[in-house]
């Protein structure tokens, strides 16, 4: 090996690399996306993409409820006065608590894992990763969840037939959603876009079955109404009317003896009342007809239920 001198004031020339020497690698420099891509906006993003289908599902299903609630007073919604605009206030008051909860709910599941993780010094964690990559394993989970979901829908049936759900018919929505999703679950495990229609699917899902569930608890407190006079919470935050008003005529002459009538909306010049004594729906028209002494939530005393004016017709008939 031979040594080539060079004079102080002329620089070196660079040397080719050995043969044997590995190239080096460029260092490449960290974004702040790549750094945020498992942290928050990640998590948000996942969460979003659950959130999304689910609400619009549920927002879809809510209008059903709508109708069956008051088809319990024998109208329609539309002859209560709700337009589209007026369903979509109405929703989005039922649809913001549960985001709510909902936040506050993953929020305290996150919260518990990351307990659980300090806990078991990491390896909690590295569980939750072993199984998350397994595909058959998350295929599976995300089927159950699906058939889970036919609970509601079930609950809806069999509440409108007069039956009650039992054990079996968990069992059957379960094995449902286990034979029917968890092979498609698995296949769209395969790449990151059928990763996000799965995700897509679950929040859809949930949407559904959430929706259903509470189709029938708004049957039940338009019901409650009916037999107390009286709105429960959940008719409280879907901004059910729960008006009451004296009536009269265009000349101020009280109708109905003065009786409390409950206001359920007005459509197209007419309002529908209800008839807490007598159990009844009727329309009058908005211009014969004037409101007094109009309350809103009225306390009612211990005990109160509807039809008193009815049961004495039914005793001397």
Not at 31 to 46: M, N, P, Q, R, W
Request: proline content about 5%; overall charge negative; charged content about 20%.
């Amino acid at each position: 090996m031979t040594y080539q001198s060079y004079p102080l004031d002329q620089p070196i020339p660079a040397q080719p690399p050995t043969p044997d020497a590995p190239p080096a690698e460029p260092v490449k420099a960290t974004t702040e996306a790549e750094e945020d891509s498992g942290g928050v906006l990640d998590v948000l993003e996942k969460i979003g993409s659950v959130v999304v289908p689910a609400g619009v599902t549920l927002y879809a299903l809510l209008y059903m409820g709508f109708k069956e609630m008051y088809s319990v007073f024998g109208i329609t919604p539309e002859q209560a006065g709700m337009d589209q605009s007026v369903l979509f206030g109405r929703l989005l008051g039922t649809l913001l608590p549960l985001v709510l909860i909902s936040a506050s709910f993953i929020g305290l599941v996150i919260g518990l894992g990351w307990l659980l993780d300090l806990i078991t010094r990491g390896w909690a964690g590295r569980v939750f990763q072993a199984v998350r990559k397994r595909p058959w394993i998350v295929a599976v989970m995300a089927a159950i969840w699906a058939g889970l979901s036919y609970l509601g829908f079930l609950y809806y049936v069999y509440t409108a037939s007069g039956e009650h759900l039992g054990g079996g018919e968990v069992v059957f929505a379960i094995l449902l959603g286990f034979l029917a999703y968890v092979v498609p679950f698995r296949l769209l495990r395969r790449r990151s876009i059928g990763r996000a229609g799965m995700k897509v699917l679950i929040g859809a899902f949930t949407g559904v079955g959430l929706g259903y569930l509470l189709i029938i608890q708004m049957v039940f407190g338009a019901v409650q109404v009916q037999e107390t006079g009286q709105a429960n919470a959940l008719l409280d935050s879907l901004g059910f009317q729960d008006q009451w008003a004296r009536l009269q005529d265009s000349s101020g002459k009280t109708l109905y003896d003065g009786r409390w009538m409950m206001l359920l909306g007005e459509f197209e010049g007419g309002y529908a009342f209800y008839d807490c004594d007598k159990l009844m729906t009727f329309r009058k028209f908005s211009e014969s007809t004037i409101l007094i002494d109009i309350q809103l939530d009225p306390d009612r005393e211990k005990g109160f239920t509807c039809g008193t004016l009815a049961d004495k017709d039914k005793k001397t008939g």
